[in-house]
């Protein structure tokens, strides 16, 4: 279980530093999706965050088709059918063909299959990628050997070339790579092209009604025209008006930014706090710190703080993510929940009156049943005792299992004494009340 939690806890700080390096990089579309490769941009003209997690932007009101997060692509543009090698020369690549469109941090993989003559030992493909920028490598495993031989080939670029420098005039591509068994002519031809530019970001709407016709939209933002500033270019010169300050208002009543911001030009803008706290949405009204603390600590610790909201982890649950779903705690002897006595809630057992404990188990007031089923007990497992002579007629319907030894009776154990021997034997009761074991061996 500690295990898990600490699994958990990793799982959650790397989602929150993709989420911090995504807000840090929110200036541009294309600055956005080269902070990481879990880095998306909100097109919406009504966004109050640009650049988050999908989920980041989904949970603030931006909806999916918004939501711009380019995936890499591999795309077969040539493959065509041989015949196998006829002669110790020939050799068939599958495919002979591919373009690639790799999105830098995410490695994109397909298969390559070498058929050769048969005399020909494992076959080393060889490569020339100086046309091919610093950080993009392309590498080979070994899936299958033998004829025919299959590899898989995997491509990954560490990051978009920067724009400085001879790299300025093709950063994104594409970039031709010939891969040629060593010894042969015939090669597969491998086409990259880099995702480091959004495709919004060549779309401009001049006049958009979105920047109050006063801007340019491009990729959800408005580029404001000369004296005109504003998130959507609404103010002209120096001109401030009140009437702007009620644009920040939740209500009519309600506090310009929720007490946490300033109105500028009709949009609030949120107070900085010290990370990883922060206020969000359109009027401040949401914080990620602001919600129930268990133990301490927020959400449990169990989960994460959205607008004043827990969004609990996996097998968690309640306002604090403080009540477990997990059941091992619950699990009594005889492998029943609770012994099938009570309910199991938040990791611990709420027991039906009279029974009590850990795991429902104990029952001080419950009637003794040893005494009731010591005789059948005996004739059942030992052919002795007061019902040795009527056993099939009042003991066959019980349901009796016989063990080897006291160790292992589950359930309600009841010690009682033999009618013949005087010795002590040992059988249970499980708590169905249906079902009894009985140990062979006797204490004398």
Request: charged share 20%.
């Amino acid at each position: 279980m500690a295990v898990k939690l600490l699994f958990l806890w990793l799982l959650f700080c790397l989602s929150w530093a993709q989420e911090q390096r995504c807000l840090q990089s929110a200036s541009s579309c294309d600055e956005c999706i080269q902070a990481g490769s879990g880095c998306a941009w909100c097109n919406s003209p009504q966004a109050h965050i640009r650049c988050a997690t999908t989920e980041k932007l989904w949970s603030s009101g931006c909806h999916g088709r918004h939501i711009y997060n380019p995936s890499g692509s591999i795309q077969v543009v040539k493959d065509y059918s041989g015949a196998d090698p006829a002669d110790d020369e020939a050799l068939l690549l599958h495919p002979q063909e591919v373009s690639l469109h790799l999105r830098p941090g995410v490695s994109e993989s397909f298969p390559l299959t070498i058929s050769k003559a048969t005399d020909h030992p494992t076959l080393e493909p060889i490569m020339d990628v100086s046309n091919v920028p610093a950080g993009v490598h392309v590498t080979f495993s070994s899936i299958t050997k033998g004829n025919p031989q299959l590899l898989q080939v995997s491509v990954e670029a560490a990051q978009c070339p920067s724009k400085s420098g001879t790299s300025n005039q093709n950063r994104t591509g594409p970039w031709s790579i010939l891969i040629t068994p060593r010894g042969f002519s015939v090669s597969l031809k491998l086409e990259i092209t880099l995702l480091c530019e959004c495709n919004c970001t060549g779309s401009h709407e001049e006049n958009s009604p979105d920047c109050s016709g006063h801007g340019t939209l491009v990729c959800g933002q408005c580029e404001c025209y000369v004296s005109y500033f504003g998130k959507r270019c609404q103010m002209n010169g120096d001109s401030v008006s009140p009437q702007y300050e009620d644009l920040c208002r939740k209500g009519p009543n309600a506090p310009v930014c929720s007490g946490r911001g300033t109105c500028v030009a009709g949009f609030c803008e949120c107070n900085r706090l010290e990370d990883p706290k922060e206020y969000s949405g359109r009027y401040c009204e949401c914080s990620n710190f602001d919600c129930p603390h268990h133990n301490n600590r927020l959400c449990g610790g169990n989960g994460r703080c959205e607008c004043g909201r827990c969004v609990c982890n996996s097998e968690w649950i309640d306002s604090a993510c403080n009540c477990s779903m997990e059941t091992t705690s619950c699990m009594a002897k005889n492998q029943m929940l609770c012994n099938g006595r009570g309910v199991c809630e938040c990791g611990k057992c709420d027991c039906i009156p009279p029974y009590v404990g850990a795991t429902c188990e104990e029952c001080s007031d419950c009637v003794d049943g040893c005494q009731d089923h010591a005789a059948c007990m005996e004739c059942r497992a030992f052919q002795t005792g007061a019902k040795k002579d009527t056993c099939d007629k009042w003991c066959a319907h019980l349901n009796v299992e016989i063990v080897e030894t006291k160790d292992e009776l589950q359930g309600k154990l009841c010690k009682m004494r033999t009618n013949e021997d005087l010795c002590y034997f040992f059988f249970s009761i499980l708590p169905s009340g249906g079902q009894f074991a009985v140990a062979r061996a006797k204490e004398c």
